[in-house]
């Protein structure tokens, strides 16, 4: 697998660490608010960053860096993803990975390999034919529904994310998410933002007031206590 992108430092993409992240190339979903159509549809087009490069770099600096965010894309689609973490373990450098949780069996392949520090998982809509709509492609849910029960039920630290998105998901959306999730150690709602999104009709699509997001908040908060705003995703596709 090939990286796409490399950000030496970022406050935002794991919480509460100063990470780099990188980018790999491809997508099993086809989200229409995606802002990496690019990276998504023809990553071959793309420049290819040296895995030697990033390595180099985290080795250097891993004093000041706490830890590495895979992100894509999809970084599960690639067979290859172990073999790919490995070269940042043997640094060694904590790593999060981002993912759509459409691979459960690589997942625990890597969580039992200790491969893993923490998962974002993204969660695009209720557990229903509404997935199909807001991932662009037909879901498997049951996939999703094993990698959900893989982290309530696992021991690694891990996040659920939702980017709440006017023109699919509603305040009850939200609260059925939350509801499917229930005593999750963390569940984030993001905030849309229009401009690059790889369908452009959602580029017109105004995102939720800040108010807004506050009630769906708190509406959902009945059924998943740890639930929080997140209102800037730089940096994240998703
Ligand atoms: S938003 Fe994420 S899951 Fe959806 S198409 Fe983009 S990279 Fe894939």
Redesign the pocket.
């Known amino acids: 697998m090939e990286i796409k992108g490399f950000v030496k430092s970022t406050l935002i993409d794991w919480e509460g660490k100063v990470a780099s992240i990188l980018w790999v190339g491809g ?1 099993n ?3 229409p608010y ?1 802002y ?1 159509a690019d990276l ?1 549809l023809n990553p071959a087009g793309l420049p290819t960053v040296p895995l030697e490069e990033v390595t180099g770099f985290l080795k250097e600096k891993k004093k000041w860096i706490d830890g590495v965010v895979i992100c ?3 970084p599960t689609i690639h067979p290859d993803l172990s073999q790919f973490i490995q070269n940042f373990k043997k640094i060694p450098i904590a790593v999060k990975l981002d993912t ?1 949780g459409t691979n459960p069996d690589l997942l625990k392949s890597l969580i039992r390999n200790r491969l893993i520090d923490y998962i974002a998982m ?1 969660l695009k809509a209720p557990l229903d034919s509404k997935y199909n709509e807001v ?1 662009g492609v037909n879901v498997n849910l049951e996939k999703i529904k094993e990698t959900i029960d893989i982290l309530l039920n696992g021991e690694l630290d891990y996040e659920f994310r939702t980017t709440v998105c006017p023109a699919f998901l509603v305040k009850e959306d939200i609260v059925k998410i939350a509801s499917s999730v229930g005593e999750a150690r963390r569940y984030i709602l993001q905030q849309f933002k229009p401009g690059e999104c790889m369908n452009k009709q959602m580029n017109k699509i105004t995102p939720y007031t800040s108010q807004q997001l506050e009630d769906m908040k708190k509406e959902a908060k009945k059924f998943c206590p740890n639930i929080y705003l997140r209102g800037d995703t730089r940096g994240n ?2």
Request: aromatic share 6%.
């Open positions: 997508c979903f086809s989200c995606c990496a998504v894509g894309g999809e759509n993204d991932a596709t998703r």
